[in-house]
Nanobody, 120 residues
Framework: QRQLVESGGGSVQSGGSLRLSCLASGFTFSRYSMGWFQQAPGKEREGVAA???????TYADSVKGRFIISQDNVKNTLYLQMNNLKPEDTGMYYC??????????????WGQGTQVTVSS
């Protein structure tokens, strides 16, 4: 069974850093585009960062210059390095995967999420 499991969330002060991890199992990691979505309290889920099957990366304007997405195909793990965190980064972060070249909004596979809380 295909599964994505996130970890690395927590509570930090504004300006701090976190490194989120997403372990994928049950499928060939390198055949999927991967990414991270944020769902803030009371808001819809929105894309944060993604990496295509060709290795290209995309970021939401709000996180450019602060977050870095990467993946380790050997470990089947996706990462999101989050630097200079701001209170608006608070929310549940979900790992997603899709067999398309680039990650779509309605991705096929989702993890259960990991909570990130940033205080002022």
């Amino acid at each position: 069974q295909r599964q994505l499991v996130e970890s690395g969330g927590g509570s930090v002060q504004s300006g701090g850093s976190l490194r989120l991890s997403c372990l994928a199992s049950g499928f060939t990691f390198s055949r999927y585009s991967m990414g991270w979505f944020q769902q803030a309290p009371g808001k819809e889920r929105e894309g944060v960062a993604a990496i295509g099957r060709d290795g290209s990366t995309t970021y939401a304007d709000s996180v450019k210059g602060r977050f870095i997405i990467s993946q380790d195909n050997v470990k089947n793990t996706l990462y999101l390095q989050m630097n200079n965190l701001k209170p608006e980064d608070t929310g549940m972060y979900y790992c997603a995967a899709d067999p398309k070249l680039y990650l779509p909004l309605l991705s096929r596979y989702w993890g259960q999420g990991t909570q990130v809380t940033v205080s002022s």
